[in-house]
């Protein structure tokens, strides 16, 4: 019998292989991409298991990861959560990561490129691996008064210092919590993850850049000006400015706001247009100065560009070669443009810093757990959207606005402030969206806001950019200015 | 291998003291580890804990020494590792499941399974004093090896756990009574093919150039078949249906040498599976979940949801591990017990996983050698079915975690907790150790005067072959004698 049992000994050896290579291809073949499984908590058990860094904003940490005593060992804690959860994002077991927290993931959990020799020191120390601290360019006095400025209700304010792109403030409400998403139970952060996202308030959109573009209305005039002003028109030049115009091609006729006349005559200068935001002065000028004009204008502020500050922000349209009457509409901020907030906010940053355009960003210094500096933004020019003469004259323009035109809601005493209005109609049946987009002091400016308020805010139809959103952006100006005044 | 140093170096009893030296190290080893990323420290529970080791592998060797002198040296240590390193493990997936807050002490039960088994062994060891005495009670085997086999279907005796029927309630505890009949069945079949073998060899017609059995020998083969399939409808347990079968036409085959048994056997399980497959839902669904373990809607369904995270643990222990006690086995459901495998995968990473499958392939290996070496027809049966079986329970359950067949309900010999498995399995190794024993005193001639066991029966030993087997050159020898013999009949 012995010669079955030898061959019995060799299928005995190919089960045994059979059973190596297949936990050779479970344990190290597959281990990676079973390791990567959302569904593996295993890997969420490692990073939450090792310190993760936190995000700071003026000195103190806004997210930060303490020790807690389950089979995380680490808790993600946001305080002031709602305030910061644009820019934060949440980091969470159920659905994941999102904003900085994703964008920064590298880093805060220790396992960038750049921490290779802070790993290696711990590797060598036997000490667990520790994430980078990220500082960002928020102000947290700027940031909390944008969000109480905005209240109830639904919109968003992004603020840019002009000088170097630093985002000051970037505020998207409603807000949410991402404490509640960090809860260590899958099930129930999935849960109301599920409520967040089918909740129709959208909380967790950031509107500032992204989600649902919104269209510019008035503010988009701002573009037609400098497009008119690089073109060689003044603030003294005068242009058309009909009660009514009629659009070539079509039946349909522009009007004014309220149906009202720009000036006593029908014509006006660039000026007045601004001021008073004369629709059929800005539709007539858009067709004058021709469709090119108006792209390369905007592409200069950043139309269209895709950026990460390093969040990703939705880029800004145009509509694709339209004809006149969809020139005229367009060149009132309607029809098929849109934008984000941020992207206005970077119009108001480009005018008021002599015409040069700074790349937006959020991430300040990144630092190892020992605080030495691994990275630290330095400001990037990222255009040059307009001469330095075409700026200083729609600073001009815009200072007119504000001193006697529609934003005089956004005024301060002894400081010059720059904005323009904007009431972007929705559809026949909804409130407008309204607009201000501004920087001051006019003459040096220390910041640049963009506010939207969707569907008038508490004003409903009686909603205009230069009743619900100046006073906020003035809001946001004055924590700025005071700012200034108490660091310099 | 004639050489003056032969007796020491063939009784191997001081290879087995340092082999079992190596089997504490291994038990202490992890279990320090345990108690030192877990347990809150080395103290005294350790201390105790060592000491008892210490001292049940010293008993364990005296006895062998004094009743077994010439019994394979591997087989002893090779057990008391794998169980140390299960109770190790067992006691850390105890600290795991406390850190979910389920408060659990599988370890403790487990520990005095594991003594009770190794005591087992040694009482097999020590009053059974010849295997072929087993011969007498073949068909008692069958029955009670059917009974323990089918006694999980009567109802309010029999139990389902974990949707397999495959346990019995007695005294207020869970028996595994399929455990037990793996070694009453590899008595049966060993003492019923011993006898029939010469029938079952019998040559019958020719199909596909395969010669097949006479069809009215396909009797027995039929009735297990039909019991194995019975087993895994019934019982929703196909590991217990593969491993009877499969130990059944292994044997055959054995003692038949008749490729064709294997040939009908592996065609009647493959149609019996695939047509339970068909029939059955619950035995589809086990094929899906197999099949489809990473798919979202059979995962959320649940019914992958322990193959997938045992896939998860193994796969985050990588080639290393995380340690003992740094990993996550507690996610694991049945961490201790079906998946301790993946348990072990996780902390001790592919390297500690191969070296268990080693480990269990030295043993396997060790009872196979006993079949070659060992000269009763029925003695070769036990030894190569103790061997095979253990093999393909391995496999099973182990291929079972591991993905290359369908996850069934088989516990890992000596490893998993279980009170059922732990002694049977050890009393298999006690009936190994005393084949051995038999077979290598004969073939050494290092017989203490007087030893019990040389009274069994020397006469009947054809003294050719005596000083025949042993290595492995004379085992080509003894095969080429079988070979005449057999030409013979």
Same mark, same amino acid.
């Given at each position: 019998?012995?010669?079955?049992?030898?061959?019995?000994?060799?299928?005995?050896?190919?089960?045994?292989?059979?059973?190596?290579?297949?936990?050779?291809?479970?344990?190290?073949?597959?281990?990676? /991409?079973?390791?990567?499984?959302?569904?593996?908590?295993?890997?969420?058990?490692?990073?939450?298991?090792?310190?993760?860094?936190?995000?700071?904003?003026?000195?103190?940490?806004?997210?930060?990861?303490?020790?807690?005593?389950?089979?995380?060992?680490?808790?993600?804690?946001?305080?002031?959560?709602?305030?910061?959860? =644009?820019?934060?994002?949440?980091?969470?077991?159920?659905?994941?990561?999102?904003?900085?927290?994703?964008?920064?993931?590298?880093?805060?959990?220790?396992?960038?490129?750049?921490?290779?020799?802070?790993?290696?020191?711990?590797?060598?120390?036997?000490?667990? #691996?520790?994430? /980078?601290?990220?500082?960002?360019?928020?102000?947290?006095?700027?940031?909390?008064?944008?969000?109480?400025?905005?209240?109830?209700?639904?919109?968003?304010?992004?603020?840019?210092?002009?000088?170097?792109?630093?985002?000051?403030?970037?505020?998207?409400?409603?807000?949410?919590?991402?404490?509640?998403?960090?809860?260590?139970?899958?099930?129930?952060?999935?849960?109301?993850?599920?409520?967040?996202?089918?909740? =129709?308030?959208?909380?967790?959109?950031?509107?500032?850049?992204?989600?649902?573009?919104?269209?510019?209305?008035?503010?988009?005039?701002?573009?037609?000006?400098? %497009?008119?002003?690089?073109?060689?028109?003044?603030?003294?030049?005068?242009?058309? %400015? @009909?009660?009514?115009?009629?659009?070539?091609?079509?039946?349909?006729?522009?009007?004014?706001?309220?149906?009202?006349?720009?000036?006593?005559?029908? #014509?006006?200068?660039?000026?007045?247009?601004?001021?008073?935001?004369?629709?059929?002065?800005?539709?007539?000028?858009?067709?004058?100065?021709?469709?090119?004009?108006?792209?390369?204008?905007?592409?200069?502020?950043?139309?269209?560009?895709?950026?990460?500050?390093?969040?990703?922000?939705?880029?800004?349209?145009?509509?694709?070669?339209?004809?006149?009457?969809?020139?005229?509409?367009?060149?009132?901020?309607?029809?098929?443009?849109?934008?984000?907030?941020?992207?206005?906010?970077?119009?108001?940053?480009?005018?008021?810093?002599?015409?040069?355009?700074?790349?937006?960003?959020?991430?300040?210094?990144?630092?190892? @757990?020992?605080?030495?500096?691994?990275?630290?933004?330095?400001?990037?020019?990222?255009?040059?959207?307009?001469?330095?003469?075409?700026?200083?004259?729609?600073?001009?323009?815009? #200072?007119?606005?504000?001193?006697?035109?529609?934003?005089?809601?956004?005024?301060?005493?002894?400081?010059?402030?720059?904005?323009?209005?904007?009431?972007?109609?929705?559809?026949?049946?909804?409130?407008?969206?309204?607009?201000?987009?501004?920087?001051?002091?006019?003459?040096?400016?220390?910041?640049?806001?963009?506010?939207?308020?969707?569907?008038?805010?508490?004003?409903?139809? *009686?909603?205009?950019?230069?009743?619900?959103?100046?006073?906020?952006?003035?809001?946001?100006?004055?924590?700025?200015?005071?700012?200034?005044?108490?660091?310099? | 291998?004639?050489?003056?140093?032969?007796?020491?170096?063939?009784?191997?009893?001081?290879?087995?003291?340092?082999?079992?030296?190596?089997?504490?190290?291994?038990?202490?080893?992890?279990?320090?580890?345990?108690?030192?990323?877990?347990?809150?420290?080395?103290?005294?529970?350790?201390?105790?804990?060592?000491?008892?080791?210490?001292?049940?592998?010293?008993?364990?060797?005296?006895?062998?020494?004094?009743?077994?002198?010439?019994?394979?040296?591997?087989?002893?240590?090779?057990?008391?590792?794998?169980?140390?390193?299960?109770?190790?493990?067992?006691?850390?997936?105890?600290?795991?499941?406390?850190?979910?807050?389920?408060?659990?002490?599988?370890?403790?039960?487990?520990?005095?399974?594991?003594?009770?088994?190794?005591?087992?062994?040694?009482?097999?060891?020590?009053?059974?004093?010849?295997?072929?005495?087993?011969?007498?009670?073949?068909?008692?085997?069958?029955?009670?090896?059917?009974?323990?086999?089918?006694?999980?279907?009567?109802?309010?005796?029999?139990?389902?756990?974990?949707?397999?029927?495959?346990?019995?309630?007695?005294?207020?505890?869970?028996? #595994?009574?399929?455990?037990?009949?793996?070694?009453?069945?590899?008595?049966?079949?060993?003492?019923?093919?011993?006898?029939?073998?010469?029938?079952?060899?019998?040559?019958?017609?020719?199909?596909?150039?395969?010669?097949?059995?006479?069809?009215?020998?396909?009797?027995?083969?039929?009735?297990?078949?039909?019991?194995?399939?019975?087993?895994?409808?019934?019982?929703?347990?196909?590991?217990?249906?593969?491993?009877?079968?499969?130990?059944?036409?292994?044997?055959?085959?054995?003692?038949?040498?008749?490729?064709?048994?294997?040939?009908?056997?592996?065609?009647?399980?493959?149609?019996?599976?695939?047509?339970?497959?068909? $029939?059955?839902?619950?035995?589809?669904?086990?094929?899906?979940?197999?099949?489809?373990?990473?798919?979202?809607?059979?995962?959320?369904?649940?019914?992958?949801?322990?193959?997938?995270?045992?896939?998860?643990?193994?796969?985050?222990?990588?080639?290393?591990?995380?340690?003992?006690?740094?990993?996550?086995?507690?996610?694991?459901?049945?961490?201790?017990?079906?998946?301790?495998?993946?348990?072990?995968?996780? *902390?001790?990473?592919?390297?500690?996983?191969?070296?268990?499958?080693?480990?269990?392939?030295?043993?396997?290996?060790?009872?196979?050698?006993?079949? $070659?070496?060992?000269?009763?027809?029925?003695?070769?049966?036990?030894?190569?079915?103790?061997?095979?079986?253990?093999?393909?329970?391995?496999?099973?359950?182990?291929?079972?975690?591991?993905?290359?067949?369908?996850?069934?309900?088989?516990?890992?010999?000596?490893?998993?907790?279980?009170?059922?498995?732990?002694?049977?399995?050890?009393?298999?190794?006690?009936?190994?150790?005393?084949?051995?024993?038999?077979?290598?005193?004969?073939?050494?001639?290092?017989?203490?005067?007087?030893?019990?066991?040389?009274?069994?029966?020397?006469?009947?030993?054809?003294?050719?072959? %005596?000083?025949?087997?042993?290595?492995?050159?004379?085992?080509?020898? *003894?095969?080429?004698?079988?070979?005449?013999?057999?030409?013979?009949?």
């Amino acid at each position: 019998m012995n010669e079955p049992i030898r061959r019995l000994s060799a299928v005995v050896l190919l089960l045994f292989l059979t059973l190596m290579v297949s936990a050779s291809w479970v344990q190290f073949v597959k281990a990676d /991409a079973l390791g990567e499984d959302p569904r593996n908590v295993r890997t969420l058990y490692r990073q939450f298991g090792s310190f993760r860094g936190p995000i700071i904003v003026g000195g103190q940490a806004i997210v930060s990861s303490v020790p807690i005593d389950d089979p995380f060992d680490y808790q993600r804690t946001y305080s002031n959560g709602p305030l910061y959860a =644009p820019v934060t994002g949440y980091y969470s077991i159920g659905p994941g990561r999102s904003a900085l927290e994703a964008t920064e993931n590298a880093l805060l959990d220790g396992s960038a490129d750049a921490l290779f020799w802070t790993r290696l020191g711990e590797l060598v120390a036997g000490t667990e #691996q520790q994430g /980078a601290s990220v500082e960002l360019t928020i102000d947290p006095v700027i940031q909390q008064a944008a969000y109480d400025a905005l209240g109830d209700r639904t919109g968003a304010v992004v603020a840019i210092d002009p000088r170097t792109g630093a985002i000051l403030a970037m505020v998207s409400t409603p807000s949410y919590d991402p404490t509640v998403l960090a809860v260590h139970s899958s099930s129930e952060s999935n849960s109301v993850y599920q409520t967040l996202l089918n909740d =129709p308030a959208e909380s967790l959109i950031n509107r500032a850049i992204g989600g649902d573009t919104y269209a510019p209305g008035s503010t988009f005039k701002l573009i037609v000006a400098a %497009a008119a002003l690089e073109a060689g028109y003044s603030p003294d030049t005068l242009i058309d %400015a @009909p009660q009514e115009l009629d659009l070539p091609l079509t039946t349909a006729t522009i009007k004014n706001y309220g149906g009202e006349v720009c000036g006593p005559t029908d #014509q006006v200068t660039l000026l007045e247009a601004l001021r008073v935001s004369c629709n059929t002065a800005f539709a007539q000028l858009a067709m004058d100065l021709g469709w090119p004009a108006i792209e390369s204008a905007a592409a200069g502020f950043g139309w269209g560009s895709e950026l990460s500050i390093p969040l990703k922000v939705t880029p800004s349209r145009l509509p694709d070669s339209p004809n006149e009457p969809q020139i005229a509409q367009s060149g009132i901020g309607q029809f098929d443009v849109r934008t984000t907030p941020l992207q206005m906010a970077m119009v108001a940053a480009a005018i008021g810093n002599d015409g040069v355009l700074m790349k937006p960003y959020l991430v300040d210094t990144v630092r190892d @757990p020992d605080l030495r500096v691994i990275s630290q933004t330095s400001p990037e020019q990222m255009s040059t959207a307009m001469s330095r003469e075409a700026a200083a004259a729609l600073t001009v323009m815009m #200072q007119s606005v504000v001193d006697s035109g529609t934003g005089t809601a956004a005024a301060i005493d002894g400081i010059s402030v720059a904005g323009k209005t904007g009431t972007a109609e929705t559809g026949t049946d909804t409130a407008p969206h309204t607009w201000f987009v501004s920087f001051a002091p006019a003459e040096n400016p220390v910041i640049a806001v963009a506010v939207v308020v969707e569907n008038g805010g508490d004003l409903g139809n *009686e909603a205009t950019g230069g009743k619900v959103s100046a006073p906020i952006a003035k809001a946001v100006i004055a924590a700025a200015i005071a700012r200034a005044a108490g660091t310099s | 291998m004639a050489t003056v140093l032969e007796v020491s170096v063939r009784v191997g009893r001081r290879s087995e003291a340092v082999l079992l030296l190596f089997a504490c190290a291994v038990a202490l080893g992890a279990r320090a580890f345990v108690d030192a990323n877990t347990g809150g420290g080395i103290g005294t529970p350790f201390v105790v804990y060592s000491a008892v080791v210490v001292a049940l592998a010293i008993a364990a060797h005296v006895v062998v020494r004094l009743r077994a002198p010439a019994a394979d040296p591997v087989l002893l240590p090779a057990a008391f590792a794998l169980t140390g390193l299960g109770l190790a493990m067992i006691r850390r997936i105890d600290f795991a499941y406390a850190e979910s807050g389920r408060s659990t002490d599988f370890a403790t039960t487990q520990e005095v399974w594991a003594v009770v088994g190794l005591v087992a062994a040694l009482l097999v060891i020590g009053f059974l004093k010849d295997h072929r005495v087993l011969r007498r009670y073949t068909y008692t085997a069958g029955v009670l090896g059917l009974l323990g086999l089918l006694l999980p279907l009567v109802p309010g005796v029999g139990r389902e756990v974990n949707g397999a029927r495959i346990w019995i309630s007695l005294f207020g505890r869970s028996l #595994q009574p399929g455990e037990f009949a793996k070694i009453a069945f590899v008595v049966f079949f060993a003492g019923y093919l011993v006898s029939n073998r010469d029938t079952l060899a019998l040559a019958g017609p020719k199909v596909l150039g395969i010669r097949l059995p006479r069809p009215r020998d396909l009797g027995p083969l039929l009735i297990v078949w039909a019991a194995a399939v019975l087993v895994q409808v019934a019982q929703r347990d196909l590991g217990a249906s593969l491993l009877f079968f499969g130990l059944f036409v292994a044997m055959l085959y054995v003692a038949t040498q008749r490729i064709s048994w294997v040939v009908v056997g592996l065609a009647l399980f493959a149609a019996g599976a695939v047509l339970a497959g068909t $029939i059955f839902a619950h035995v589809a669904s086990r094929y899906d979940a197999w099949l489809h373990a990473l798919d979202t809607s059979v995962y959320n369904s649940g019914r992958s949801y322990q193959l997938v995270q045992g896939l998860f643990g193994m796969a985050s222990g990588g080639l290393f591990g995380t340690g003992l006690g740094n990993g996550s086995p507690g996610l694991v459901p049945y961490a201790e017990s079906d998946f301790i495998m993946a348990s072990l995968g996780e *902390e001790l990473g592919l390297t500690g996983f191969m070296a268990i499958l080693a480990m269990y392939l030295v043993v396997v290996q060790r009872a196979l050698r006993t079949a $070659i070496g060992v000269r009763d027809g029925f003695g070769k049966l036990i030894a190569v079915g103790i061997g095979f079986s253990m093999a393909l329970q391995l496999f099973v359950v182990v291929g079972g975690v591991t993905r290359v067949i369908p996850l069934t309900g088989l516990t890992t010999p000596f490893l998993a907790y279980g009170g059922s498995s732990m002694i049977a399995n050890w009393i298999a190794i006690g009936l190994l150790m005393r084949i051995s024993d038999l077979s290598r005193a004969s073939a050494t001639d290092v017989v203490p005067a007087g030893s019990p066991r040389f009274s069994a029966a020397p006469s009947r030993v054809p003294a050719p072959e %005596a000083a025949a087997s042993g290595d492995a050159a004379s085992e080509d020898a *003894e095969s080429a004698k079988r070979s005449e013999s057999e030409a013979a009949q």
